[in-house]
């Protein structure tokens, strides 16, 4: 088969895959490049045309930022609370319930049938029902009230918890989508622009070159970066020349704190850096201006600062 003519593909969409953060940055140039020549016969109606797809992206990416957030959030909710169910919850109960009702005797095998395993191990799912279960045994022992009370108590916490995620996971699908389509949207709309500005000017099309972010559509570094990292190590993810007005966005997947900084050489501890924190579950824009005395480092680096959990990140340089 014959590979579709270059000509025909987009660039607009190709430098801008799996980086939301990149198409906002080309599409806020071109807009701004094309706002300064509104008043111009050619340009005027393009930024009139273009202008609200760009709107339309950058609320979109707003949103979707901010569900991710929620996202995150309500995961790591319900990851704490299936953590505290198999540790020190189904410890407690099940002391309480020996102290009425003895190991090995007919009701302590009613209650607790397979002894801690269905709350510890099983999906989520099955957790929150082995709670479900152990809230209806308990009903109506007067002995073990009490434990009742605080089984109901955090079975409401559980259910409520992993509604929110349910939830939010169908509302960051929702807001993927629509990003998605104001990207193609926006993107479909520059290469119209730059459809326009070849027949205005087809004798010499780079005339036109001023406004697109022409550095960035067509760099070949990669955008994003994804990664592990192990209690209390660092590690370098990029080496880039930073300007000082770049920004990255740092997505803190796992339920520690993690730690990004700038370095002056290849995989040196964060010691004598600025290191900038980013919590458990949240999306945070950093500006290298932030990195205080060491905007001119060329090697981004994380750290995870737990010392007990494994860290998961994603770093969008866009």
């Not at 957030?69 to 189904?90: D, E, G």
């Amino acid at each position: 088969m014959l590979k579709v003519w270059s000509y025909f593909d987009n660039p607009f969409l190709n430098c801008t895959k799996k980086s939301f953060k990149k198409a906002i940055k080309i599409s806020t140039y071109t807009d701004s490049q094309l706002y300064s020549r509104r008043l111009d016969a050619f340009y005027g109606p393009l930024y009139t045309a273009y202008h609200p797809l760009h709107l339309l992206l950058v609320a979109a990416y707003n949103t979707w930022k901010a569900q991710n957030n929620v996202q995150i959030s309500s995961t790591f909710t319900i990851t704490q609370l299936i953590k505290q169910l198999s540790s020190t919850k189904i410890e407690a109960w099940s002391l309480q319930i020996q102290g009425v009702y003895p190991k090995k005797t007919a009701p302590y095998i009613v209650l607790l049938a397979h002894g801690h395993k269905p709350y510890q191990k099983g999906t989520r799912l099955e957790r929150i029902g082995a709670v479900a279960q152990l809230k209806e045994n308990l009903t109506g022992i007067a002995a073990l009230a009490a434990t009742e009370a605080d089984v109901t108590a955090f079975l409401a916490l559980l259910e409520t918890a992993n509604s929110a995620q349910s939830g939010n996971k169908g509302n960051k699908i929702t807001n993927s989508s629509t990003i998605s389509t104001a990207l193609l949207n926006a993107m479909n709309g520059m290469y119209s622009i730059l459809g326009s500005c070849i027949t205005q000017y087809n004798a010499n099309p780079t005339l036109s070159s001023a406004i697109f972010d022409m550095a960035t559509i067509r760099s070949q570094q990669q955008s994003v970066y994804t990664g592990a990292i192990k209690p209390l190590l660092d590690a370098t993810v990029a080496e880039r020349t930073f300007l000082p007005t770049d920004s990255i966005d740092f997505t803190n997947h796992g339920t520690g704190p993690l730690g990004l900084y700038l370095a002056a050489q290849n995989n040196q501890a964060p010691t004598i850096y600025t290191v900038i924190e980013i919590a458990a579950g949240i999306i945070m824009t950093i500006d290298i201006s932030m990195f205080t005395g060491n905007t001119g480092n060329n090697f981004l680096s994380v750290v995870n600062l737990s010392a007990t959990l494994v860290g998961h990140y994603e770093i969008d340089l866009g």
